[in-house]
């Protein structure tokens, strides 16, 4: 088990150098391409790092195959629109094809195919929770409204995001699950092994937050103090998440949550809200989010033994 992980290590490593290396090129206008095409791509690598150490289950070899399909598209998109052969736009319809191709592919192999599960397989056990989750998020969300704009109105936009995050989890679930495949299903138990069921979830979340490094300073633009609160936001979504899987043993439910989380993060606040927060509005939002999520991690999965 030791050497698959080395396998996940290095080729996660070695590939989010390269696109860091690319992104920091295009920042600094040495190359010129579509930075998201970068960062679709990027979204898959875990899935790709995690199918190749061949330790995951074998019910799933046809889904490690999509991967590897998906990855190289991906690249291949990704390259043609740096070589100029493609403009940026067409790479992004290509891309966004390939993704909802891929998306509804995993979802008829997970379906239907050689495991014949359930994409809703434990929902059951965890819709409570799946509701608190969207009441903290939107009672945060509400809180930035009320104290940083006028436009009240803006708080049903993130009722109608619900919607769009059950659309964007089956269109899109080739990315998520791209990411959820390798760090709640491939990472999660050894490192709940090995670093105990809570502290395991912390370094998971860590790990979460650093394979974004490459686009810290590029897409994102981020300052050290945004740094800081992204890793703080990883951990506590990382509770969140992992209750998820450990409670379902169903990678969809925290592709469920994940979905949910990137609809209604601070994208469906008015303009002026974001604006007015400031410094220490974004921490206060942000350390409101992270304590209320935190909570999962006194749920009762967390304290049983593995």
Known sequence: MKKSYIVFAVFT?????????????????????????????????????AALTKSCDEKYEEIQRLFYVLFGCYCLVLVLDILGILSSG????????????????????????????????????????????ILILLGRNIFAVFAYSHEYIAVFSNLLVLVQAALVMFVGAAQYWGEEYAWRGFLQ?????????RWGIVVLGIIWETYHFPMWFTMYDLDI?????????????????????????????????????NAMSASVLPIEAVVNMGKTGAIMYTLLT?????????????????
């Not at 138990?189 to 069921?197: D, I, M």
């Not at 979504?237 to 969809?252: A, C, E, H, R």
Request: proline content about 2%; glycine content about 8%; hydrophobic content about 50%.
């Open 13 to 49: 490593t070695f590939t989010q150098a390269v696109f860091s290396v690319l992104l920091f090129l295009e920042k600094f206008g040495i190359l010129h391409f579509d930075g998201q095409l970068a960062g679709i791509a990027m979204c898959v690598v875990p899935a790709v790092g």
């Open 90 to 133: 067409i790479a992004n319809v290509i891309a966004g094809a390939v993704m909802v191709i891929g998306s509804l592919r995993l979802l008829w192999l997970y379906n239907y195919g050689k495991k014949k599960s359930s994409t809703f397989d434990g929902f059951r056990e965890i819709r409570k929770a799946i509701i608190l989750f």
């Open 225 to 261: 103090w945004e740094v800081v609160l992204r890793y703080l936001i990883a951990v506590a979504l990382t509770f969140v998440f992992g209750y998820f899987y450990m409670k379902t043993d169903n990678i969809w439910a925290p592709i469920c949550g994940h979905a949910i989380y």
């Open 189 to 197: 138990k050894p490192l709940q092994e090995k670093f105990g069921k």
């Open 290 to 306: 992270v304590v209320c999520c935190s909570l999962f991690a006194l749920k009762k999965e967390y304290r049983k033994n593995l």
